[in-house]
């Protein structure tokens, strides 16, 4: 138990407050999709129009008088979907794509890759404006554009340990004693390639985050009245000077997030490597 994976991230400063700022967000989704808000995210209180933070209202109100708190849930909510639903379609299918390209090899694992380049060639955020732009706004289009931009990530951070594991004496092995390519891949060479993949799914959960974010403050994300961090951030703009607090707590929300994933995952790129285990 004292060498254990969470013993041993829990013993990392960035591993430790990852964890704290992770759970502190799933505690928030979680609350956010069984309705436990202090009030419906979307219910408005005429009377109550651009209030402050106060004992009522933590966060203050907006310009209609919905309860900033209630909807930075239920936003936690929609931003945990999107990035957990992208980044599992985007690792399963680039985790495929790379480890089968450096397995067969040859002429497939050159073609596959060029492709892979080319989606490099944009940058992400532009790619996914692209994508959301063609398929029209919305949650699903949202998580699909997400998942493309980042299903070459994978792909490349697959392909480089099964290119290591593929040469290994293990492997020979299997392969001199007729062992199916599918047996091979599932037995030896992804057991073998898992912790870098472990390290990027955290890494891509903060992007996937912060791109849902990005297109919903463009309103290609969620959209009204559904509540999301980016577009509470963009319905803010006009109200900087005069209701500040609806800029501040959305953005603090996505800072705090993709902050705990990224130290996270810091956090577990030093417990998985072995010169730094003692």
Same mark, same amino acid.
């Given at each position: 138990m004292k060498n254990s994976l969470f013993m041993r991230l829990m013993r990392n400063p960035s591993g430790a407050f990852g964890t704290i700022l992770i759970m502190v967000y799933l505690m928030?989704?979680?609350?956010? +999709?069984? +309705?436990?808000?202090?009030?419906?995210?979307?219910?408005?209180?005429?009377?109550?129009?651009?209030?402050?933070? /106060?004992?009522?209202?933590?966060?203050?109100?907006?310009?209609?008088?919905?309860?900033?708190?209630?909807?930075?849930?239920?936003?936690?909510?929609? /931003?945990?979907?999107?990035?957990? @639903?992208?980044?599992?379609?985007? @690792?399963?299918?680039?985790?495929?794509?790379?480890?089968?390209?450096?397995?067969?090899?040859?002429?497939?694992?050159?073609?596959?890759?060029?492709?892979?380049?080319?989606?490099?060639a944009f940058p992400a955020i532009l790619l996914a404006l692209a994508i959301v732009a063609a398929l029209g706004p919305g949650m699903r289009n949202t998580i699909l554009a997400i998942a493309i931009v980042y299903t070459p990530i994978f792909a490349r951070v697959a392909r480089g340990p099964t290119l290591s594991v593929k040469s290994t004496e293990f492997v020979t092995a299997a392969r001199s004693i007729g062992s199916r390519p599918i047996y091979i891949l599932r037995k030896h060479i992804l057991p073998n390639i898992t912790a870098p993949l472990i390290v990027q799914i955290s890494l891509a959960l903060s992007?996937?985050?912060?791109?849902?974010?990005?297109? @919903?403050?463009?309103?290609?994300?969620?959209?009204?009245?559904?509540? +999301?961090?980016? +577009?509470m951030l963009s319905? /803010?703009?006009?109200?900087?000077?005069?209701?500040?607090?609806?800029?501040?707590?959305?953005?603090?929300?996505?800072?705090?997030?993709?902050?705990?994933?990224?130290?996270?995952?810091?956090?577990?790129?030093?417990?998985?490597?072995?010169?730094?285990?003692?």
């Open positions: 928030a989704a979680i609350t956010g +999709s069984f +309705s436990c808000c202090p009030y419906p995210p979307d219910e408005q209180h005429v009377q109550d129009m651009l209030q402050p933070p /106060s004992k009522h209202y933590i966060m203050g109100t907006d310009e209609f008088g919905r309860d900033v708190f209630s909807r930075i849930l239920r936003g936690a909510t929609n /931003s945990l979907k999107v990035g957990i @639903s992208a980044v599992v379609l985007a @690792s399963l299918v680039g985790i495929t794509i790379g480890t089968l390209a450096a397995y067969i090899g040859g002429n497939f694992d050159n073609i596959v890759m060029r492709v892979m380049d080319i989606f490099f992007w996937a985050i912060l791109t849902e974010a990005g297109l @919903s403050y463009l309103g290609l994300g969620a959209q009204p009245p559904e509540p +999301s961090w980016g +577009s319905d /803010s703009r006009m109200m900087l000077e005069l209701a500040p607090w609806l800029a501040i707590f959305p953005g603090l929300a996505i800072m705090l997030a993709v902050l705990g994933f990224n130290l996270f995952g810091d956090g577990l790129r030093d417990v998985f490597d072995p010169r730094l285990r003692h």
